[in-house]
């Protein structure tokens, strides 16, 4: 089965720091991806990729950036936190093959004060 | 808003009763995707159904795409404990990227 590990899994920011976010899959996919999941609400994609070295916007990039160095790596930073940013952040990964299945990491829950 | 049902929804049924969740959505999609996520863990897919089918069977799980209504449904029969998650159903955008738009979900508790 399809592996996705994340870290930290939480974390307490301060506002106006700088958060990185890890994410690390170990099924040779081409497509990762960065969620963020609010209490009560469905996942909204902020950033994905599809080749190391590259990453694009999604629907709600404002107040973060990707950075993808390697197959496997796939990293979500926060600049400067804010505590609208407070929420889970769920990394995925797909298959080029199967892109329509996306294999989920466990979340970090970010606390920004 | 891609969806027209905003609101998380809350479902407590018993167990062994038959249960059916609803969504709707607003722009065309080619598949809808049927998620589960437990309580402390990122959502898994259960199913997935294409616009070319009307509907899709998995074990206790079948789920029903109306193109025309823009709406799907994922139903579970003589559900169980273990069934108890957030529902969630979500779009594909379609093209090279599979960009998901994700439903607000349905809390699903099973009672014994």
């Known amino acids: 089965e399809a592996a996705v590990t994340q870290s930290p899994r939480s974390k307490v920011a301060v506002t106006g720091g700088k958060v990185t976010l890890s994410c690390h899959q170990t099924n040779n996919h081409d497509y990762m991806y960065w969620y963020r999941q609010d209490t009560g609400h469905g996942l909204r994609l902020i950033h994905y990729s599809y080749v190391a070295d590259s990453t694009e916007k999604g629907d709600i990039p404002d107040g973060y950036k990707a950075s993808r160095p390697s197959q496997e790596n796939f990293s979500l930073i926060l600049e400067l936190a804010s505590l609208s940013q407070t929420a889970v952040y769920f990394c995925a990964s797909s298959d080029w093959g199967r892109r329509d299945t996306q294999y989920f990491g466990p979340g970090t829950r970010l606390l920004v004060l | 808003s891609q969806w027209g049902e905003e609101n998380l929804q809350a479902l407590s049924i018993q167990e062994g009763e038959d249960v059916t969740m609803n969504c709707s959505y607003k722009?065309?999609?080619?598949?809808v995707h049927w998620y589960r996520q437990d309580s402390g863990r990122g959502p898994a897919l259960i199913i997935l159904?294409?616009?070319?089918?009307r509907e899709k069977r998995s074990g206790r799980l079948r789920a029903t795409l109306d193109t025309s209504s823009q709406s799907s449904s994922l139903s579970i029969t003589a559900a169980q404990c273990e069934d108890t998650a957030v529902y969630f159903c979500a779009t594909d955008s379609g093209g090279s990227n599979a960009k998901l738009t994700f439903g607000k979900g349905t809390k699903l508790s099973v009672k014994s």
């Open positions: 722009t065309y999609t080619t598949v």
């Open positions: 159904i294409r616009s070319n089918e």
